[in-house]
């Protein structure tokens, strides 16, 4: 690829070293033997780490160079070692009782049914995952980290505190709980994880507490819009007291550990994930490379739950909507069978009423009869004056029970008609005798005593 000082200059200071030199194809001691052949300055840590604080950092100028001219990064990749492959020494086998030649097989040809030849490793790069032995501390946060460091485990004997004690505030620091003896070996490996994550894409967040009194720092890497909680500390081992029923005490066991939070579980007892720490035989400055992996394993895993609870979601807007219709099913059911059930009681009433007229009528006719059959039996005596008085009250009873005429009674009320022609009749059977010798009442209606008597008709 071929560009200018201008264009790279702008590259590294826009996307950074890492993308810049995975956009080239560069490896870094390449990309740094060539920033100073055309010197052009690189981006510290710093200056990212304003960008993230909003601290307007400044950039380095261009300055000038001896060397001018378009820039060829063919010219500084190197050459990758290739594997020679070496004759094959054969002597006369069965091939050449065969009629073979008997020559050895070209250089780099497998026999069949052997494995392909193995391809030599690669010439490792240099790489940003070395713990430096020591750190040289510019960043600001590394500055804070430190003090607050020194600060919580500020002793009587530490002679550096005796002789330069620290006075001032410390502003953002890391997640760091360590012993004294660790404070610089843990700077070490969490700036060297910083730059590391810096390279890979993801950025360092702080956020600090509010509490005036005991103020806190949480520190997270932002890995694809994720902010997945990392901390350093010292795994602690108890000490048993000396004496009989002493308590004991936890001391730092000068091992690290760098845990990660998984961010979905943390009410849960495994929320966190420990991505690398000290064993007997390995240490966690080896184990670098890994814990940017694990921040990426952390993010996918993040992914797929997202993913997951956007399916559980879908599923469970799915069943409210089914249990949604199945209700408003229901409810129209019932709205119908309320609405059948209304304009049935509302036929029994009408029907009640119809035959409650019809008894009625029924009723007068029979009295207008009876007035006819009065009036003929006594025919010879309707002359007094008693008995006229007689059959005009009957008429004028029928004429009020009659629906069609309904004349007004001076005693009566029309709600008196229903009692007359519906008396309620008490009757005491003697098939359901009680243990005591005393009946059952039971109550009919006028209609009922009608029908057993067979005059339902």
């Not at 070490?188 to 103020?215: D, Q």
């Not at 008085?389 to 008609?417: G, H, M, T, Y």
């Not at 059977?429 to 039971?442: P, V």
Request: net charge neutral; proline share 6%.
């Amino acid at each position: 690829m071929d560009l200018t000082r201008e264009q790279l200059y702008e590259m590294l200071w826009t996307d950074g070293v890492g993308k810049t030199e995975k956009a080239l194809g560069l490896k870094q001691q390449e990309l740094h033997k060539l920033c100073g052949e055309y010197n052009i300055p690189k981006p510290p840590s710093t200056y990212w780490t304003g960008i993230i604080y909003d601290r307007n950092p400044q950039k380095t100028p261009l300055p000038p160079s001896d060397k001018e001219g378009p820039i060829h990064t063919e010219d500084y990749i190197k050459r990758r070692r290739k594997k020679i492959a070496k004759p094959v020494q054969t002597t006369a086998t069965a091939d050449t009782a065969a009629g073979g030649s008997g020559e050895p097989s070209p250089a780099g040809e497998s026999k069949p049914g052997k494995y392909p030849p193995r391809e030599l490793p690669q010439e490792e790069p240099a790489t940003i995952y070395t713990v430096p032995e020591k750190l040289i501390a510019k960043d600001p946060v590394i500055l804070d980290t430190k003090a607050k460091l020194r600060e919580q485990n500020y002793r009587k004997d530490n002679p550096w505190s005796k002789k330069n004690p620290y006075k001032n505030t410390p502003d953002k620091w890391l997640d760091i709980t360590v012993s004294q003896e660790q404070e610089d070996r843990a700077l070490r490996v969490f700036s060297t994880i910083w730059k590391a994550a810096e390279a890979k894409g993801y950025h360092l967040k702080i956020t600090k507490s509010k509490n005036i009194y005991y103020p806190s720092c949480t520190s997270y890497f932002l890995v694809r819009n994720y902010e997945i909680r990392v901390q350093l500390k010292e795994i602690n081992r108890r000490i048993p007291g000396e004496k009989p029923f002493e308590s004991s005490t936890l001391v730092g066991s000068g091992r690290l550990k760098f845990v990660c939070d998984r961010g979905d579980h943390c009410y849960s007892w495994n929320h966190e994930r420990c991505a690398a720490q000290d064993t007997e035989h390995t240490s966690i400055e080896d184990k670098i490379e890994r814990i940017i992996e694990v921040l990426g394993e952390i993010a996918d895993e993040r992914d797929q739950a997202e993913v997951e609870r956007k399916l559980a979601e879908e599923r469970r807007k799915q069943e409210e909507e089914r249990k949604r219709q199945e209700e408003e099913k229901k409810r129209l059911e019932a709205e119908e069978q309320a609405r059948i059930e209304e304009r049935r009681n509302e036929e029994r009433g009408l029907l009640r009423k119809l035959l409650f007229n019809a008894d009625r009528a029924r009723a007068a006719a029979m009295i207008r009869d009876y007035a006819a059959q009065f009036e003929e039996t006594m025919a010879g005596k309707m002359e007094d004056e008693e008995l006229k008085k007689q059959v005009q009250w009957i008429r004028e009873k029928a004429d009020f029970i009659d629906p069609f005429i309904k004349r007004n009674d001076e005693w009566l009320l029309p709600s008196d008609i229903s009692r007359l022609l519906n008396p309620e009749i008490t009757k005491t059977t003697e098939e359901h005798r009680s243990s005591y010798g005393y009946g059952h009442e039971t109550t009919y209606s006028y209609w009922q005593i009608r029908n057993m008597w067979g005059h339902g008709n």
